[in-house]
């Protein structure tokens, strides 16, 4: 007989809702997205999660396992033998039912950003070594896992001072881009509000790919504005060197 | 698209990993600790030689005529660069302001500018306390080498091998910072020269990318380590022990 686990899953919707426990049979390599299907098979049809590849490619499954999170389809239910667990929708985005959420102000923001501007027409050739920095960005799967994290979004709710550490990721994949000619300092600085990041390094510690989203992503983009904004000496230089 | 390796390891299972208020309690312990016994180094000791030993807080002992307390004089420059770095930052936000405690720990403050305002956004300045370090750093590599000077001559004691750690640990923690990485080539969209071969910015960028993936362990060393080496002088000062001469 395999051994059961409790899940106590949330229910309901943007007008409120609450945890409800189901039992689910354990079997061996299942992760709580599969626990979350034999309960759509078995006890609620009518449950809710948004899932697509079970890979961690897709970046669907973003949900809060125990106060973690993670992705669904990556958690495994055996790191959990003894316990309930605790499965709830991203805090930081309007629930829409269940454990899904709307997280369509991410790809609003995204649509702000200024696309790539090449210096010259495609198709260019370009050396691995000139865009290695970019590809660690571009593994990106969207899951908004540092989104919900961020706590300038999810306790400060200042969406409307800071897009987030997956839009800075966004930002520094086109301005490390090595034929990018665009300029969005003062958008990054302004509206995008870098400086509301404090570099506390959540976003890297959630990034179910790996990204190191501070350090190779925010940190280098505030010091470009700081280029422009904080050294008058250094832009000097630069101009001098041009 | 290439998988990550982590992504393809089991999650790790959080409840064996520590309450997540270790972390910013050591920080508070620590860095509280070091800044009191900063201030009492300030206020209350005039000096930190004994011999050819020089205390890094009190290095170096010229002030070209401008009149403060000593380790003021030599403290402004490095306390400013740790305090502005992207590190520190972190350990600060998290220990003492809370901002957060831990990550997806709800915050009870409901006011939040990040570093738009001051006194924060003068955190943006870190580049020119590392320009200062950097001098303060060349004094101290002075110390080290007079370490191994005793009366004209080599020799080496446990103080000359302390100080002279205690130097390389500091330049580890200097050049591995984020604004260095960044002045050093970082800045450059780049790394390919004309000829196919690899920019002299992009191979200095790529030797301290590696070297800053371990900025925040050099952070705590070399603090605890200054920290050490003052110690460790003044109780030679004070003749509760004696240097260990090697040669």
Redesign the interface.
């Known amino acids: 007989m395999p051994e059961d686990i409790t899940l106590s899953v949330f229910r309901g919707d943007k007008g409120g809702g609450d945890e409800v426990e189901y039992k689910v049979p354990m079997q061996t390599g299942m992760v709580v997205l599969d626990a979350l299907h034999f309960i759509q098979a078995h006890d609620a049809p009518d449950l809710a999660v948004r899932w697509n590849c079970k890979a961690?490619?897709c970046g669907s499954c973003s949900a809060?396992i125990?106060?973690?999170?993670?992705l669904l389809c990556?958690?495994?239910v055996d790191?959990?033998v003894g316990?309930v667990i605790h499965v709830r929708p991203m805090?930081t985005f309007p629930v829409i039912k269940d454990l899904v959420t709307d997280v369509s102000w991410n790809y609003d923001m995204l649509r702000q950003v200024p696309a790539f501007q090449p210096a010259i027409k495609a198709p260019f050739t370009l050396?691995q070594?000139?865009v290695d920095r970019i590809q660690e960005f571009?593994?990106c799967i969207e899951c908004f896992l540092c989104q919900n994290?961020c706590?300038?979004l999810?306790?400060?709710s200042?969406q409307d001072r800071?897009w987030g550490p997956r839009l800075m990721i966004r930002f520094a994949e086109l301005?490390?881009?090595?034929?990018?000619t665009g300029d969005r300092m003062e958008l990054l600085k302004g509206a995008a509000?870098i400086?509301?990041?404090?570099?506390?390094?959540?976003c890297t510690?959630?990034c179910?790919?790996?990204i190191n989203i501070t350090?190779n992503g925010i940190?280098?983009l505030?010091?470009?504005?700081?280029?422009v904004?904080?050294?008058p000496l250094?832009g000097l230089v630069r101009k001098m060197h041009k | 698209m290439a998988q990550t390796a982590e992504s393809l390891q089991p999650a790790k299972r959080k409840s064996h990993s520590l309450p997540y208020w270790v972390e910013p309690t050591f920080t508070v312990l620590a860095l509280g600790l070091f800044g009191l016994y900063t201030l009492w180094l300030v206020f209350f000791q005039s000096s930190g030689q004994f011999h050819n030993y020089l205390s890094p807080f009190f290095s170096p002992t010229e002030s070209w005529g401008i009149k403060v307390l000593p380790a003021i004089w030599v403290l402004w420059s490095p306390l400013l660069f740790r305090a502005t770095c992207y590190y520190y930052r972190k350990e600060i936000y998290r220990g003492f302001l809370h901002d957060p405690m831990s990550c997806a720990v709800p915050e009870k403050r409901k006011h939040y500018f990040g570093e738009t305002r001051f006194p924060f956004s003068w955190t943006n300045l870190h580049r020119w306390f590392w320009y200062v370090a950097v001098i303060v750093l060349v004094f101290l590599w002075i110390d080290a080498v007079q370490a191994f000077i005793f009366n004209g001559h080599f020799g080496v004691g446990l103080g000359s091998l302390i100080m002279l750690a205690n130097v390389i640990l500091l330049s580890a923690y200097t050049f591995s910072c984020h604004a260095f990485r960044h002045l050093i080539g970082g800045g450059s969209q780049k790394f390919t020269c004309a000829d196919g071969r690899p920019t002299t910015r992009y191979k200095l960028w790529n030797r301290i990318s590696a070297w800053n993936e371990n900025h925040g362990t050099y952070a705590w060393i070399s603090m605890f380590f200054v920290w050490f080496t003052d110690v460790y002088i003044r109780l030679l000062m004070h003749g509760v022990i004696h240097d260990v001469r090697f040669f």
């Open positions: 961690a490619h809060e125990n106060g973690s999170l993670k990556k958690t495994r790191d959990y316990e805090h050396q070594r000139d571009r593994n994290v706590h300038v999810r306790d400060h200042a800071y301005e490390m881009h090595p034929l990018d509000g400086g509301m990041c404090n570099i506390t390094k959540c510690v959630v179910p790919q790996g350090d940190i280098p505030k010091e470009r504005v700081a280029d904004y904080w050294d250094g």
